[in-house]
């Protein structure tokens, strides 16, 4: 994991971004850069400030005043203008970082005008140094360059898709992860079509929790009363037969390198209604090859279900979390009859089925690390003996997010320090950001 690059960067060195009502992305001549944890903007320590990685992207935020540290006062102030020019309607300005990027810090700008709902993307805090360029707050946490969008050529994933659907046309499931590869660019499913590394199972048309940033399903009502955001994806409609299945999976574990064959990903609900399914699929599997990663993703609200498909030849499982405490869990994940007890149960199922067992933990600066947030995660690492925890930057407006709690998550440690808490406490356990080929 590289927490840092070359030399540290100074804060003092680092200007706050705004935007103008040209759509241009102005840095202020003396504030220098706030971040914030949760509602709470600070200013970013040395540590925490990189570069900002290749193949991010800006984003503007309409209606949200940038916030930037005056020197003059040593006050965290809204920025109404630049230098001496008067300037009307300037917006904060966040960034989006490229997998395998933890962030640290969320965009330092005030809320109270905006009346829409942000789109699901993970917003995190950016600056301008005039010696290094765009400067944001973050560590790469996993090392695997598989993700990497210079590995990712379109005229290639066109023709692979072409010949895919040639080959099967009559396989609803390819033609479903054509749509993923080509109209959502999903690494996942392109890799599928270039015949590599981890390839995309997507099995359920339904879940049974409603979570607040789900990918694949917004409620229509919340999307007009501005209270939520469309869906990025379209959600899978059709149970896949396990022969479609199979012609998926067997041809990709023959050509691929390191395959992991994954249930559960964004253009679907959770596979773990569709456990029968999993569950004959991998025996079928099994039953021809012993290579590949059978993988999958799911809420683990089912712990009869974990144990079914540990006993039909699973080999891991990642967990979606956005918190090991229930009081934190229930307000995103908005569960439908299932308990936060199952999950856990579901935990010490895959455990004890010998499955490899990740945690997908949901991050948001001012809450995952805050004090009562890191002490429930260090207590369930332990317990459960978890293999692998994938610091995911969880894609959601954090004014929406950081609504849902009423106690107001306090005295953060910061990210940066519960990732090394962690690697301390913890030296075996994996903290990444993507699945891993077991071998």
Sequence with gaps: MSMSTSKPIDPDSVYALVANNKGEILDHPAWKMLGAAGLNSRRPEPKELIPLPPDSRLFFLPDCAPLGWDPGTGKNRSIKHLGETKNSGLIGVAAFLPPAYSRFLLPAVSYHKKEYTLPLWAYAAVGWSDEVGYVTCACRIDENQ???????????????????????????????????AVDYHCFAAKNYFLGRWECPLPVSPTCNANCIGCLSFQEEVEVKKGESCPASHDRINFVPTVKELLEVALPHIEIAENPVLSFGQGCEGDPILQAERTCEFDQAVRQT????TLNVNTNASLPDKVTAMADAGMDSIRVSLNSARETTYLPYYRPNNYTFANVLESLERAKSGGLHLAINLLVMPGITDSKREVEALLEMVDRYNIDQIQMRNLCIDPRQYLDLYDDKLTNPIGIINLIERLRFEFPKLKLGYFNRYLG
Aim: hydrophobic share 40%.
């Design 289 to 292: 090859t012993a290579a590949g």
């Design 146 to 180: 598989q993700w990497e969008a210079k590995f990712f050529d379109d005229n290639e994933v066109v023709a692979g898709v072409e010949e895919k659907l040639a080959h099967h046309p009559k396989n609803r499931l390819i033609d479903h992860m054509s749509r993923c």
